[in-house]
């Protein structure tokens, strides 16, 4: 080769790595700062169906009792509009599927069902109550899941797995019989005529501090990872993640999200997520966090989850499982609702929510041009936020961000001074309306014939339509 072709080369060269630099700049760049946004708009029906709720409607006793009538458990699913309800089962008596049934009845929802956390596990049992299940209400059912957390180390006495005959060891990092469990599970539901079309999920291996535990069972997520390898009988990666301390709930969810997986390249279901209201005062460290910053964060997760990639995610839970005053057991304390069925903020705020996302009954498709917007402010809203279209073809936008709320070793709320975001229309709306779930389901400001408009931003999602 000359060396003018070797300069024309080197030339070229150095043209295309500027042409790649600026394309990475440019990547980089927060496309809110004063970029024209026209985002694929996600059909509001879409984003309720990836929403769901943790119940224990088929767990009797005491430490129960909340679910204890099946009346309460369908009432609340109404209303926050959840649809999607996650529970569990060995072998379902034909009280326990009238139980269910009578839920997902009445609330109109479906039910994805795991056989729960360690012990014996009759597969044929399962089954059968799958389609015991199935033929009481066709279509009752939306997913099967395999065994709960199986690497819980705080569980090792009750929770390792026994199938065929064999236990696991998660202490000693066996989980063969899971798996084996697991992927009988899958194929059996893959070949049955009625059940083939339900996606099954993975069983949940939990992240767990490094070195927690007992001495002898300590917790090592990397090692049990290493341990179980990859698991192909799955539809879907499965996690459970819990932001404790109050750490905002999208950069906990990311980092479960980003951690190694034991089904790689598979979409992801989030199955328990959620906030402890109250817990025993001589707890250490503190876990539970207000009402108030319960609600907030819940609202916030319920986006996080589906921005993040999530196909669904289920909040953990829907009740207190018990009334439990003065609190000894946090695990009592997750309720959306009391064990008396009535509302926390959070769930008012998920009623207010699912209420301004409500689509007209008699709602017609209609096609309208993408809403091109431009947005200024000081959070990153590139990633905390979704346009969402109803039928009647009008927009909302949601826009949230997640600050530090809870003052852990006070045990009281932070409060968030607001800040202002300027939104931009290519084209003025005829009419926008300001939502903030917090405060209700009616809008908190109406705009008319407007092109640009500015709204608070503070600790929890915010809602504009634009008509």
């Not at 063969?176 to 291996?205: A, W």
């Not at 108030?292 to 995610?313: E, H, N, P």
């Not at 600050?403 to 003025?428: E, G, M, N, Y």
Request: include cysteine.
């Amino acid at each position: 080769m000359s060396k003018l072709a070797l300069r024309n080369l080197g030339i070229a060269l150095a043209g295309l790595v500027v042409l790649l630099v600026a394309l990475v700049v440019f990547l980089c760049l927060p496309r809110f700062a004063g970029a024209s946004n026209s985002r694929q708009a996600v059909p509001v029906a879409t984003f309720m169906d990836s929403l769901g709720v943790n119940t224990h409607i088929n767990f009797t006793g005491p430490d129960y009792s909340g679910y204890a009538d099946p009346a309460i458990t369908a009432n609340s699913l109404r209303y926050i509009g959840f649809r999607h309800v996650r529970d569990g089962g060995r072998s379902f008596s034909p009280e326990q599927i009238a139980r269910l049934v009578s839920v997902a009845q009445a609330a109109d929802a479906k039910l994805t069902l795991t056989p729960g956390s360690g012990g014996p596990v009759d597969l044929a049992a399962f089954h059968k109550g799958l389609r015991d299940l199935e033929a009481a209400r066709p279509g009752i059912l939306a997913a099967v899941e395999g065994p709960n957390e199986i690497n819980n180390v705080f569980m090792q006495a009750f929770w390792n797995v026994e199938y065929n005959g064999r236990k696991s060891n998660m202490c000693a990092r066996d989980f063969q019989p899971t798996q084996d469990l697991q992927g009988d599970l899958h194929r059996l539901i893959k070949s049955d005529p009625v059940l083939k079309d339900l996606p099954v999920y993975n069983y949940t291996v939990v992240y767990v501090k490094k070195g927690l535990g007992a001495p002898g069972c300590q917790a090592d997520f990397e090692a049990d990872i290493q341990a179980i390898g990859t698991e192909e009988a799955a539809d879907f990666g499965n996690i459970h993640e819990y932001s404790f301390q109050a750490a905002a709930p999208r950069s906990t969810l990311f980092k479960a999200m980003s951690r190694k997986s034991v089904t790689p390249g598979k979409p992801v279901v989030i199955t328990e997520t959620g906030f402890a209201t109250d817990e025993s005062a001589g707890a250490r460290p503190k876990l539970a966090v207000s009402e108030t910053v319960q609600a907030k964060y819940i609202l916030s997760t319920v986006f996080d989850g589906y921005t993040l990639g999530a196909r669904r995610t289920y909040i953990y839970q829907l009740l207190d499982n018990a009334p439990d005053t003065p609190a000894t057991n946090i695990e009592k304390h997750f309720g959306l609702f009391y064990a008396d069925g009535r509302p926390k903020p959070a769930a008012v705020a998920l009623h207010n929510l699912s209420q301004i996302l409500a689509e007209p009954a008699a709602a017609t498709s209609v096609r309208r041009e993408a809403l091109v917007y431009t947005i200024k402010g000081p959070h990153d809203l590139h990633d905390m936020q979704l346009l969402l279209q109803k039928p009647d073809g009008s927009y909302v936008l949601v826009l949230w961000a997640e600050p530090k709320i809870w003052d852990a070793a006070a045990q009281r709320d932070i409060v968030v001074k607001p800040s202002q975001v300027s939104i931009t229309l290519k084209k003025p709306a005829e009419r926008v309306r300001i939502y903030d779930p917090m405060v209700g389901a009616a809008p908190i400001r109406t705009l008319r014939n407007a092109r640009a408009l500015k709204v608070d931003i503070s600790d929890h999602p915010v809602l504009i339509a634009f008509d």
